[in-house]
């Protein structure tokens, strides 16, 4: 499963990163935007660079322009040194998640070995003596922001899940799929982000960037179904497909087709129906979490957490079609998407009565028996 946005026909690849188009484009709608000057005190990102490490962190953030529209314009609420580090990260979980996706579905042996060299090359950036731009930027600001070790370590016992194509029975084999290849990056963001308080604060916001982490995971599902069936992959439940009469092979055959008719399947529009819901229910679950991170790092997080929710809007206006094409949010939807972040009011204080855990509902992200009955009554409803 794709972590961040995939490479698209006719980019090519150097250096081991795919490159397009697509970090020029992130940067003129920025620059139309008139908003990064504003939401920075840096006025462009190569003067936050400037310095002895300049050449690493550019790698950093060439990857970031040219692989995440959403993130490269939300990371210009952040100060210079926290959105430095915040692309080092996303630097790091890119490659990784581009060995497994770009590799030859066929050589899974080889793919494992590629991924087990990566993570020797983690440990030895954390034992400092990092090799290469990426390693050597992660190093630093692992050290620098305290990132626990074992998140990164996590992420890629994650990514290696997706090694050989594996399905998920239950919500609860997948969302902690989910925790390993997301929730990590959400631990990692908000030891950089910075939390206002003590520790006591730092672990309600962990709980709730977690949270985050897979409803983005669980958005990037559902947005790429087409894609990831062309992989042989299938994310979606075992147990929720059969309880509205469809099994993997169905939407593994229309995936690799292209084949948009199983979209306008009853069946299909409640599966998919219900899987938004979940997600949404996810976010809303984890947002409380944004206002207790650094003054300075909320904007950010809430531009990431608002332009990834917004991919479940252009699902449903595709009619659910995940299986013909990409749902995506166009360049005037971003920019009104950051122009409110930018005009919203991030309080600096603290919800005094937020719960440690997110409440997530029951109805849409519970255990399986709830969701199975929630799901085969909405089925009963659309048919």
């Not at 008139?34 to 936050?48: I, M, T």
């Not at 998140?151 to 016992?157: H, K, S, Y």
Request: hydrophobic letters at 45%.
């Amino acid at each position: 499963m794709n972590l961040y946005p995939t490479p698209r026909p006719g980019t090519a690849r150097t250096n081991g990163i795919t490159r397009s188009g697509d970090a020029a484009r992130a940067d003129v709608e920025a620059t139309e935007l008139g908003l990064l000057s504003r939401a920075s005190d840096a006025a462009s990102l190569p003067a936050d660079l400037a310095d002895a490490g300049s050449n690493d962190a550019s790698e950093c953030a060439a990857i970031v322009r040219t692989h995440a529209r959403t993130f490269t314009l939300a990371s210009y609420f952040l100060p210079p040194a926290k959105r430095r580090a915040a692309f080092a990260l996303y630097a790091f979980c890119r490659i990784a998640d581009d060995i497994v996706d770009a590799a030859d579905p066929d050589d899974s042996v080889g793919t494992a070995t590629r991924l087990a060299d990566y993570g020797m090359g983690l440990e030895q950036a954390l034992d400092g003596r990092p090799q290469g731009p990426v390693f050597r930027e992660l190093a630093r600001f692992v050290a620098e922001y305290g990132v626990p070790a074992q998140v990164l370590r996590d992420l890629l016992g994650g990514v290696a899940r997706d090694v050989e194509p594996t399905g998920y029975r239950s919500w609860a084999e997948l969302g902690l799929y989910c925790e390993g290849v997301a929730s990590t990056v959400g631990e990692m963001c908000t030891h950089v982000f910075g939390v206002a308080g003590g520790p006591n604060v730092r672990g309600r916001a962990l709980a709730h960037a977690r949270t985050l982490g897979v409803a983005m995971q669980l958005t990037n599902i559902l947005r790429d179904i087409g894609e990831d069936a062309r992989r042989g992959r299938c994310y979606l439940p075992v147990e929720e497909l059969e309880a509205v009469g469809l099994t993997v092979a169905t939407v593994l055959d229309a995936g690799r087709r292209g084949d948009r008719t199983l979209a306008h399947d009853p069946r299909w529009r409640a599966l998919l129906g219900f899987q938004v819901a979940r997600a949404r229910a996810l976010y809303t679950a984890a947002a409380p979490g944004i206002a207790l991170l650094a003054p300075d790092a909320r904007r950010c997080a809430t531009a990431c957490a608002n332009g990834y929710a917004a991919i479940l809007d252009a699902i449903e206006a595709r009619g659910y079609d995940s299986l013909s094409g990409r749902a995506r949010v166009g360049q005037l939807g971003r920019a009104g998407i950051l122009w409110n972040v930018w005009r919203s009011n991030q309080a600096d204080a603290i919800t005094p009565t937020l719960a440690d855990e997110p409440a997530v509902s029951w109805l849409h992200a519970g255990p399986s028996p709830i969701a199975l009955t929630a799901l085969a009554t909405l089925y009963r409803t659309v048919a």
